[in-house]
């Protein structure tokens, strides 16, 4: 099989897997007096609740310190509900359910005789929930622009401008795929967790450094003699790679995220 026909069958794999958010879908929460106990009802959809869980659960407003809760699995692949008893059934409680992926929800409740205000209201607009979707579509446009790209140097290379529709097919790439770094970054800026803690944001940088690579070695194309050879063919070993990588990161995304293996 020609290896340059590879990355169209891993871009099918890709594409027939179904791809899943990562954090909560919903939260219910409720009190039951008999107890003095919180109900928290999450709904967080997942294919293996030992990678994929909600690992925190944050508890403000009850007339205490705040109470973390961590977990390092889920009981159930989707909906399942944890009781927490309260000191003061009294006042207005706010719950953050945090994935160890990435993401959060939070839900109040205002509890009999409240009289203050809801704690922690999160507030409307951008989420974690909103923008993965968006930098999973950038990103797999980035790949396809590239490997569309690619295709006119190995297949159509005597065709009349293929270099025009190569460089503007790589350039758009460029633009899909560091706006979808972008996004991701201010995706775990918003869920409030640490930038640089699974494989996937390690490989995330690393691809970064590949295209600011990749780009700098097509600028110096014409720039670099009597190197002008040398500095094409490193190019050409620097695309493959960067389009291998990119295929890399999608793929360990569907793993991070637990909707493979």
């Given at each position: 099989m020609d290896p340059r026909i590879s990355p169209l069958l891993l871009l099918a794999i890709i594409l027939i897997v179904p791809?899943?958010?990562?954090?909560?879908?919903?939260?219910?929460?409720?009190?039951?007096?008999?107890?003095?106990?919180?109900?928290?009802?999450?709904?967080?959809?997942?294919?293996?609740?030992?990678?994929?869980?909600?690992?925190?659960?944050?508890?403000?407003?009850?007339?205490?310190?705040?109470?973390?809760?961590?977990?390092?699995?889920?009981?159930?692949?989707?909906?399942?509900s944890v009781r927490y008893p309260i000191p003061v059934p009294e006042g207005a409680v706010s719950v953050t359910a945090f994935c160890n992926i990435g993401g959060s929800i939070t839900r109040q409740l205002v509890l009999p005789g409240a009289t203050t205000t809801v704690p922690g209201e999160t507030p409307s607009g951008l989420s974690y929930g909103t923008l993965w979707p968006v930098h999973a579509l950038l990103m797999i446009t980035g790949f396809l622009c590239f490997l569309a790209g690619a295709l006119f140097p190995a297949f159509l290379k005597g065709r009349s401008g293929w270099f025009r529709y190569h460089t503007r097919l790589a350039a758009a790439g460029a633009v899909f795929t560091v706006a979808a770094l972008a996004i991701a970054f201010s995706m775990v800026s918003l869920s409030g967790g640490p930038h640089i803690r699974v494989p996937h944001a390690y490989l995330g940088l690393l691809l970064l450094a590949v295209l600011l690579a990749t780009a700098?070695?097509?600028?110096?194309?014409?720039?670099?003699?009597p190197y002008t050879m040398q500095v094409i063919a490193a190019h050409r070993w620097m695309g493959r790679i960067l389009l291998v990588l990119m295929a890399v990161t999608i793929v360990s995304g569907l793993f991070t995220a637990g909707i493979l293996g």
């Open positions: 791809v899943a958010a990562h954090p909560p879908s919903d939260m219910q929460v409720t009190y039951d007096p008999a107890g003095s106990e919180l109900v928290v009802t999450i709904n967080h959809t997942v294919n293996n609740p030992s990678t994929h869980y909600i690992d925190r659960v944050e508890i403000s407003g009850t007339g205490e310190s705040s109470a973390i809760h961590n977990y390092t699995s889920q009981p159930t692949t989707e909906f399942y700098s070695l097509a600028l110096l194309r014409k720039r670099a003699r």
